[in-house]
Each structure stands twice: as structure tokens, then as C-alpha cells.
């Protein structure tokens, strides 16, 4: 039995897409006499589908893709994940399926049972849970089948469901089990899920072979690293992160097992993988091609264009430095050099007239008022004026430079430097972008060194600096981690030694700045909590607030 | 059996206030001698509490409130709505609890069953189903709890569910139903809500007392209503809607039934009630007191005025003219008179100069270049930047006054007319917003009448006019009805008449601008389908793209 796991890149709602993608993979699956290929999760119509899947259009359009696909499965199974209306009129009308075609017909159906709807997930908004727990026949085997979180109610302290479908399915003795996932990555998901599909292996003591999705989807980036474990859990192999193809396994052999070593690939390196590839999918899926964001000669905007740079190629990037009368000489000298490091094109723009134009209008209304917010903001703003009168004549696509510590605190003008279509390291705590620039710069200095050494500063009014307002950002991202990823209370982070005052302050600021959040670009997800579809906050509420 | 509706105005988060009112409501009812009184779902907390019920924290806080509460319940029963833990491991961490509070203690709690995770519902993300369905004996009375979405599964052609609450119940025998909801404004919703009470009240054969939040929380408006059912499913009386205040009933008047009539109040009146609360709202929860708005002279910012300076009263309204060169003298003409109307501050900003000195900027990149929508947004950019500088200098909130045909089509500028803390029309379709100022004008004239007459403009460049671009507003906010409150695919909005080519561009446009919409500020919702949380979509998607 020769098994082919298909690790492809799908499109929402591209359906004629997500077909001739896989018409292609069954073709080189006969060819190399493969008797099944697996696709991932929800494959025709890409993941997630959100309410696309409540137009009834879309559903019908799901079903021609699978009928599509099971005239292509001749000499060959195909397991493909799609969305298909519930028969029965009670309950949610659609289930989550995983078909099983041959003979160029469907020949099993299993419904996914456990619905993950915490985080970004939502799908028991849609689908309700299966409750048929049969197998499929296969050429003399029995073949479990599941989806995804199918898998993952076992061995939890806390479990959230209170059915384990494989349970049901031991009853009939499958021989190995074939599950198609779509799980997004994160820079510690990856381990958590070899974890969950050994203790599989070994709880069922068999193969299990492991099909997830790579590519992104605006915020989400499916990072592939599908897994084909032995029985007893140990770790056959670990198909290639944020890459596309096919692999073939043998299953005599996989039952057998052997000697295999997973690379270890240090957080950061998975970090800067994956932003690359959510911009590159973000671009191409939405028919795009060209970039520009605004370099300060900070450090956010400076990974950021590193990043754009390799996503898209140098051609396809272009950067405005725009200082203002509060720009220090440093900032243009290391964001020209960084511009010439990337060999990206630049322009030097002066924002100073525009600001002295809107002072000159706004002075019969504040004259004799104090310098604040409002001339900070002004100075932002006309910075994401010129950056988007760009966008909006070249076609350049705005990306937003901001980071999660400056999103958490509200440290960030919106429609300034919160603008953009895409918030590109927004879930990169500031010191983490520390880490990336640092990454980066591992084989040679591709970021000018003085903007990683240089304390950070948002340059609105003269020598300010980061640290006037905010701690330290080693406390402060401490804090917020703990808060934000952890979901830990005050009373929880202050017991943990952090000061009271500065603890609760700290939740006030996150809490009070939800509303600038609701109004940025989608953020490409990196870890466990993400602002933004994971994150559902109350705008009013007074809680911590 | 005397029983006390209380339909009042929490405020998410805000335990201490919501204990306050609550506690106050209980003194008056004792000394109405009432034997119960009832607050809505998840009082204690607000509704919806969204993502702080992950914080242990927060759940912590919502026991101590209903401890507080029972501590008031000596002499009343006192019905009331929380979260509380699941006890059990298996399943979601916490229910969507009614407690029962007499002699000083929980007597009796009863866990929703049926979850809505539709539409701006997320309440499986949260809590587990209930599965007990004991009912409360008080006073030789046995009385069936439920909670909001409980009693909807019944009637229904299409069941989302596989149960129902209240024939578990039956066996039992319970005299009457105390039903405790969250059920926000639709401007459909009422009639549906009093036909489902109504519908159990006949079904059950006994008196349903259903109680309702009223008041909004952010994007949605509770607007009370709570209805008292007759047994066989005749109205006994309808609370006043959008109005807080407890009302008592006795049981035996209730059971004996009486004639009732339901005041019949038009959709656009009770649309402007809704919009009203719902600034009043926003404003008061957030702490905040002023409000700033741009007003072009159109149809939108002039309803939008109204609404505010209703809301907030005249003195805490301020708004800004900002007309450019391609505007036209009526326009300024009618924004004067209408600021003149409304007696609120008015000042005249011409943004010409501001709008030249881009240009100069720009001029060494985009000479050569036709004008195109790059020189539109500055002009729509620079009045967004004044308003945020108006804003941040003297705190007064922008509001958003986008309506709903033109965020569905993308016609708007991000950062520009776009911008604001609240959409006040976002959920009114254009036509809808010519009603709404027609109601305005009802009994004189507020809204110049050539703001209503004249031909919808942006002005944005010469002689321009929305149906340049777009269809008449008639044919197009059918469309769009259709797509987005109906959910019905091209096909099936063809097969209504409408040209094929026309339905599938509008169809386009909705889909390719979800970028647009994702960074717009929350829409207060009056319709069944509103952009914002109600509504989620895939921004990288190729359906009907």
C-alpha cells in the first residue's frame, strides 16, 4: 500500500484552482503507483472558508469540485477534505467532510466531530459535529479517517470535548489512519502537534499519516511540516515547513518504523519563514504584486522591508524615508543605507512643508494650545497620506511596519503608522523584532547595525524617546506576553514580581486601545495569540479599564 | 406571585455598576413586595462579554457580583444571569449559567442549552451546553429557567438544533416560564421575538415572562421589549423599547389573559431610536462626552448630525466644512444651514491649500500623470487628518458617517471619509438613509430640503456624481440586499430580474473591498446582517473575485 501525502497550497473560493492543483497531484500519484493521496482539510474550497460558507452558491460549487475530483480518482484513492450539506433538517446544515473517492465515485464520507471554535477558529458556526464513526474498506485494509482537532482530545489535562472519535472508530480494528488537517502555524505549534499525532500512534498502536495545508490566507499561514508516524508514536518523517509537493510512503515500511531525527529549527528562523510566505501568498492570492511602506530608520520598518525584499524581490518593493524636523540625521543615513543594502528604490520626502500647511490652517483653532498629540499625530499621518497617494497611483500596496508591543499599548497613530493592507510583524513583540533584525543580520550586515543598537524612538517631538512613556521593553513585553498570550489577570502577572502599579496600567492601556486595534490591517499570525480574528475583545467594557 | 421584569442597561465589565443597578432594582421591588424579580443574560457581566471570559479573572469577579447579589435576596428571588465554571473536566471550561438567589443563597442553577454561534453570536466558543433540566420550586410554584436561544427551537422549517429545552422540561409540570435574554435590535427582530414567545407560551399552554437587556454595547443595541405571554400564547404586555425601568406583573392576572394591544411603530422610527441609544451608548460606556463629524452638505453626515446632536445634546456636537475646489456652493450653503438648524458649532476649513501643498509634494513623482483616485483620497484624506487633529486636540470623537451601499461597493476612502471611532449609518443602505432623513423632516424641516433633493456627490472631483459610477441606489441597494442580508448567490439574484453583468460586478465590488471594511471602525447594527462581527469574511479569497 503506497501512500501519497499531497502538502498543497490552497485558495479560498478558487475552486477551479484548488482542482487543477490536485488533478495535477493525482496524476503524479498513478504515475508513481500510489494507491491513495491525501489532500488537507476543506481542500476545494481552501481554509478557512468563513461565511462564504453559508451562501448556499458556494456549497454547490464545493460539490462539483469533489464530483470533479472523483472522475480523476481511477487506479487511485483520493482523500480530500469539503464542506457537504447535513441530510438530516436538524442541526447546522453543513458538515465538515473528509471523501474518500475511488472508481471515480465517492465512496465513504466522514463527518469531522470535534469542532474547534476558540481562537481563530469558528467552526461550529457552521458545521455540526459528526457522530458516524465507520471505516473505510480499502484493497483488504481499514482505513480510520479524521480531520484535524478529531485528533487532538487525548492526553489533555483540560480536555474541551468530551468524545474521542478514534475511540469509536478502534472498535472495527483500522489498520492505520489517515487524517487531513488545517492547522496554522505558530512558533511553538509545530512541536505540540507531532506531540498529539505521536500519542496517537502509540495509544492506537498504528501508522498514522498526517496531511496539513502550507501557504497563507491573509492573517493565517499554514506551515505544511505534515508528519508520518510509526506505531508507538515514534516519528517516521517530518514533511519540509512552508513548502509544496508530495511525498510517498511506503506503509510496510512506515509500520516497521526506523531511525529518523527531526531537524531543530530555532524559533526565529520558523518566524521569518513564515512572514515571508504570508506577504508572498498575501500578494499573488490577491492578484497584487508591488509593495511600499515608509522607512523611519527604526527598527520595525527596517525588518519589515528586509522581509517585503525577499517576499516580493527587490523590483517589486518601494520605500518612502519621509523625515520631519524632529528627524535626527541617523535615521535618513540608516534608512538610505538599508535601502541600498536591499537594493530597493527610495525617495527622500520632506514632510515638514505638510505639516507647516495643516499648523498654518489649524492655528485659528489652536493658537495658544499646548504642543500634543495632535502635532504628533499630524506628522504620522502625513507620512500615511504620502505612502497611500503612492499606493493609490503606482498600485504599490501599503504594509504596516507596527509591532505587537506598540499595537498592544496603543503606541501608534491610527491612519498614520497604523496604516497599511497588511500588518506584517504586529505579532512580533518589540524585542522579538530584536531577534528577527538580529537573525537577519546573522551571515552579514543587512540591517544597518546602528539601527538594532540605537534606542528606539518614534521621532514625533524633539529627543523623544520609547522609554519616556513606556518601561523597558523587556519588562514591558514580559507583561503583555503573560497578559496577552497567557490571558493571565493583574492579580495572576503582579504575583509573578512585576510591579503593581506599572502591571495595571500596562492591562489599562491594552484594554483602552481596542478600539485603534479594530481598525488595523489583518496581522500575520506567528504565535499562540494574534490580534485580530483569535483576539475578540469588547470595545466598551470596563474591565481592568 | 407577584414578578418583577427588569429590563436594564448593563455595561460589559463594569460589575460594580451592573451590582448597583441591580441591587437598586431589587430594593424597589421589595418594596413593591414582589415575590421575583428578573434581570437579563449574563447581567452581571454585560452582554457580550467576548474573550475576557477566558480570563480566570474576570469569572472570578462575575461569582463574587452574584454572591453579592444573593446577599440582597432575602425576602425576593432574584433571577439573574452569569457565567459560571463547568465542574465537570470534559468540555468547555464554563455555562452560561440563570442563577436562582432566595434566602441569601444560590437555590438553583440552570445551564443555556442551546448556543447561538451565528451570525455576531460566539457563545460556543465559551461555554459547554447544558444538559439538566430540573425546574425551581419556590412558594409551591415550579418554575422553568431558561435562557435566551432555549426556547428559539421550536417552529422552526430548518431546526439549527437537536433539542429543545423546554420539552425536557414538560415532564415536570412547570406552572409558568421565566425566560432571561440578550437578544440585540434588528429592525425585524421584535416581531420574530414576540412570535417565538408567543409560540411557547401556546405550545406550553402557560405564562412565559421573557426579559431583555436594553442599551447598547458598542456596535450592539439591546432594545428591551421584554414581553409577557398569556397561556396559549396571547400578549399580555409589551415593555417599552430602548427604555429601562422594572415592570410587575401578577401571575394569576397573567394567566387570566386580558386584551392587549401591541403598539405598531414603524421600522424607520424605531431605527432612529436605536441609532440614538446606540451614540448615547458608545459615548457614556467609553467615558467620553463630544463628538466632531465632517459635514459635505450630503444626505449621510447630515443624518449622522441629527442623530448625534439627538443624542448627545447640541453643545457636545462640534462639525467641521471642509469644501475643495470641486465643491459645489449649495454644498457649503446646505452644511451651514443645517449647523445653523441643529444650533451646534460649525467651522469652514477650506482644505485647497492643504490639498495643493500634496501636490507640490508629490509633484516630482506624479508629474505627467492624469488625476486620478490618488488626487480624490487627499481631499478626502485631508478632511480626515483635520478631524483627527480637531479630535486629538480637544478630545471630541469622529464619527464615521459611511452608509452601508457605499462600504458594501468600496466607495470610500481608507483614512479618509472612512475614518472615525463609530459608524453611526454603516447598517443603512442609502435609500434607508433618505428614509431616515425623511423621518427627520417629519414635522418640519431640520435637514435642508436640498440635501434630501439634490443628486448624491462626493465631490471629489468636477461635475461628479455617484451615478457615474455606480447604479441607481434603488437597483443597487436591492442587490446588495439581497447578497448580504439575504445571502442569496449571483445565480439566484439574477433570477430576479436583475442584469447579469450588474449583479456579478456588485457582487465583485462587495467582495474585493472586505480589505476596506476590515479597518473601518464597528457599525452600529440595526439590520439582520451588518458588516462588522455579524459578518466575516476572507479578505484573500477568489469567490466571485
Known amino acids: 500500500m503506497k501512500i501519497a501525502l499531497a502538502q498543497i497550497n490552497c485558495h479560498i473560493g478558487n475552486f477551479e484552482g484548488n482542482v487543477a492543483q490536485m488533478q495535477e497531484a493525482i496524476r503524479d500519484a498513478k504515475s508513481k503507483n500510489a494507491d491513495i493521496i491525501c489532500f488537507p482539510e476543506l481542500a476545494v474550497c481552501g481554509y478557512p472558508p468563513r461565511d462564504f460558507l453559508e451562501f448556499d452558491n458556494f456549497i454547490k460549487k464545493s460539490k462539483e469540485a469533489v464530483e470533479e475530483l472523483a472522475k480523476a480518482a481511477v487506479g487511485i484513492a ?3 477534505g469539503a464542506p457537504r450539506r447535513n441530510p438530516v433538517i436538524e442541526g447546522k446544515d453543513l458538515y465538515n467532510a473528509a471523501f474518500f473517492l475511488f472508481d471515480g465515485a465517492v465512496q465513504h464520507i466522514y463527518d469531522k ?3 474547534p471554535t476558540y481562537d481563530i477558529f469558528d467552526e461550529y458556526r457552521y458545521f455540526e459535529p459528526g457522530s458516524n464513526f465507520d471505516v473505510v474498506h480499502y484493497k483488504g485494509y481499514k482505513i480510520a479517517l479524521t480531520i484535524c482537532e478529531d485528533i487532538w482530545n487525548i492526553g489533555n489535562e483540560n480536555p474541551l470535548y468530551t468524545i474521542c472519535p478514534m475511540d469509536e472508530m478502534m472498535v472495527y480494528q483500522p489498520d492505520f489512519m489517515l487524517n487531513i488537517s488545517a492547522s496554522p502555524f505558530a512558533y511553538d505549534h509545530a512541536e505540540q502537534r507531532k506531540k498529539i499525532v505521536a500519542t496517537n500512534a502509540e495509544r492506537y498502536n498504528m501508522p498514522v499519516f498526517y496531511c496539513n495545508h502550507v501557504g497563507a490566507q491573509t492573517e493565517l499561514i499554514f506551515d505544511g511540516g505534515s508528519v508520518v508516524m510509526s506505531p508507538g508514536g515514534k516519528l517516521y518523517e517530518e514533511l519540509p515547513y512552508f513548502e509544496k509537493g508530495i511525498w510517498y510512503y511506503d506503509l510496510e515500511e512506515v509500520k516497521a518504523g526506523r531511525a529518523y531525527r527531526a531537524a531543530i529549527v530555532p524559533k526565529i528562523e520558523r518566524i521569518h519563514e513564515a512572514l515571508i510566505v504570508g506577504i508572498r501568498d498575501y500578494f499573488r492570492k490577491s492578484g497584487l504584486k508591488t509593495a511600499i511602506l ?3 530608520g527604526g527598527i520595525d520598518s527596517a525588518v519589515v522591508a528586509v522581509l517585503v525584499q525577499r517576499a516580493l524581490g527587490k523590483e517589486n518593493v518601494r ?9 535626527t540625521d541617523h535615521s535618513i543615513d540608516d534608512a538610505r543605507q ?3 543594502n536591499l537594493n530597493i528604490q527610495y525617495d527622500i520626502i520632506e514632510i515638514e512643508p505638510i505639516y507647516q500647511r495643516y499648523e498654518k490652517t489649524l492655528e485659528p483653532y489652536f493658537s495658544g494650545l499646548p504642543f500634543n498629540i495632535a502635532e504628533e499625530n499630524i506628522q504620522a499621518r502625513a507620512r500615511g497620506m504620502l505612502l497611500m497617494a503612492f499606493s493609490n497611483k503606482f498600485g504599490n500596496i501599503l504594509l504596516n511596519t507596527s509591532n505587537k508591543s506598540e499595537m498592544a499599548v496603543g503606541y501608534g497613530t491610527l491612519y498614520g503608522d497604523l496604516a497599511g493592507g497588511l500588518s506584517v510583524i504586529a505579532d512580533l513583540y518589540k524585542t522579538e523584532v530584536y531577534d528577527l533584525a538580529k537573525y537577519i543580520n546573522k551571515d552579514g550586515e543587512v540591517i544597518p547595525t546602528n539601527i538594532i543598537t540605537k534606542p528606539p524612538s518614534a521621532e514625533l517631538r524633539h529627543n523623544q524617546k520609547d522609554s519616556d512613556s513606556l518601561p523597558d521593553y523587556d519588562i514591558l513585553d514580559e507583561i503583555l506576553y503573560l497578559y496577552i498570550n497567557e490571558q493571565l489577570g493583574p492579580k495572576e502577572i503582579i504575583s509573578k514580581g512585576f510591579d503593581g502599579q ?6 489599562k492601556m491594552v484594554n483602552r486601545n481596542e478600539f ?11 504565535s499562540n495569540k494574534a ?3 483569535g483576539r475578540r475583545m469588547p470595545i466598551v467594557g470596563k474591565y481592568l479599564g
Do not use: C, H
Not at 319 to 326: A, C, D
Not at 502 to 507: E, K
Not at 520 to 525: G, H
Open 338 to 340: 538599508l535601502s541600498e
Open 113 to 115: 466531530t470535534l469542532l
Open 502 to 507: 506599572l502591571v495595571n496600567r500596562i492591562l
Open 516 to 526: 485603534k486595534r479594530y481598525q488595523t490591517a489583518p496581522v500575520l499570525r506567528v
Open 531 to 533: 490580534f485580530g480574528m
Open 78 to 80: 483520493v482523500v480530500v
Open 319 to 327: 520605500v518612502l524615508l519621509m523625515p520631519s524636523q524632529f528627524s
Open 294 to 296: 515608509g522607512l523611519s
